[in-house]
C-alpha cells in the first residue's frame, strides 16, 4: 500500500546537536510538507515543497531546513538555533492542488 | 488565509449520528473545504473534502451551505473508534496548497 513513511518514531538529542528527522512517500505526489505540533495545539506548518529541489518556509521556519532532491523524499533537519525544538513533527504529501493529504505517522523528538 | 471556527469539543453516543459544524464565513470562491481527523500521537486521517455541492464517503458526509459560509460534516453512526479531534480546514486551491490548522473539535463518543 502506498503512504508515507516517517523515521524514527521517537527521537531523544542533546541540546546543541543538529538532528534530521526522516520523510518518505510512495505515492508519486508532487508536494510535500512538515508541520509541526505541541501538546493540546493544531499543527503549524514548517517547509513546504511543491515540486523537486525547490521549498518555501512556511510559518515557524527558523532554527529548521530541509531539501528536496528526489520526488519521494523530504528530510527535515533540527538544527541547535531551533531555541524549542521537543515536538511532534508531521510530514504529509498532496497530489496537487486542493486534494487530500496524506500524513505520516509523526516523529517525537525530545532534547534534552 | 480564509480562517474556520470550530466549537472546542463536543458529545456524542454510540450508533448516534453527530454533526460537527464549522463557520468560515470569509471562504473564497476557490476554497476547498477539507476535513481532517486526529487520534492522540498520530498523524491527521482524511476525512472528506468539498468545493461547492455535498460530499459523501465511507466515512462521513459533508453538508455545504447554500452560501458556502458554513458546513457540517456528518457521522451517520459514530463509534468509539471515531473519538478524535477533528480539523476543518479551508485549502485554497487557486494559489498553494497550504493547509492551515486550527485547534479543532473533540469530539467524545460515549458507549
Known amino acids: 500500500d502506498g503512504g508515507i513513511t516517517q523515521s524514527p518514531k521517537y527521537l531523544f538529542r542533546k541540546e546543541g546537536q543538529n538532528v534530521t528527522l526522516s520523510c518518505e512517500q510512495n505515492?508519486?505526489?508532487?508536494?510535500m510538507y512538515w508541520y509541526r505540533q505541541d501538546p493540546g495545539q493544531g499543527l503549524r506548518l514548517i517547509y513546504y515543497?511543491?515540486?523537486?529541489?525547490?521549498?518555501q518556509k512556511g510559518d515557524i521556519a527558523e532554527g529548521y531546513s530541509v531539501s528536496r532532491e528526489k520526488k519521494e523524499s523530504f528530510p527535515l533537519t533540527v538544527t541547535s538555533a531551533q531555541k524549542n525544538p521537543t515536538a511532534f513533527y508531521l510530514c504529509?504529501?498532496?497530489?496537487?492542488?486542493?486534494?487530500?493529504?496524506?500524513f505520516g505517522s509523526g516523529t517525537r523528538l525530545t532534547v534534552v | 488565509d480564509a480562517k474556520t471556527t470550530q466549537p472546542n469539543s463536543m458529545e456524542s453516543n454510540e450508533e448516534e449520528p453527530v454533526h460537527l459544524p464549522c463557520n468560515h464565513s470569509?471562504?473564497?470562491?476557490?476554497?476547498?473545504i477539507h476535513w481532517y481527523r486526529q487520534l492522540p500521537s498520530q498523524g491527521p486521517e482524511y476525512v472528506i473534502h468539498?468545493?461547492?455541492s455535498n460530499v459523501n464517503n465511507r466515512m462521513a458526509s459533508l453538508a455545504i451551505a447554500e452560501d458556502r459560509k458554513s458546513s457540517t460534516l456528518i457521522l451517520h453512526r459514530a463509534t468509539l473508534r471515531d473519538a478524535a479531534v477533528y480539523y476543518c480546514?479551508?485549502?485554497?486551491?487557486?494559489?498553494?496548497?497550504?493547509?492551515?490548522f486550527g485547534k479543532g473539535t473533540l469530539l467524545t463518543v460515549n458507549p
Open positions: 505515492l508519486n505526489h508532487d508536494a
Open positions: 470569509t471562504i473564497s470562491g476557490t476554497d476547498y
Open positions: 515543497s511543491q515540486i523537486v529541489n525547490d521549498f
Open positions: 504529509a504529501s498532496s497530489r496537487d492542488r486542493g486534494g487530500r493529504y496524506t
Open positions: 480546514i479551508l485549502l485554497n486551491g487557486g494559489s498553494n496548497y497550504k493547509l492551515t
Open positions: 468539498g468545493l461547492t
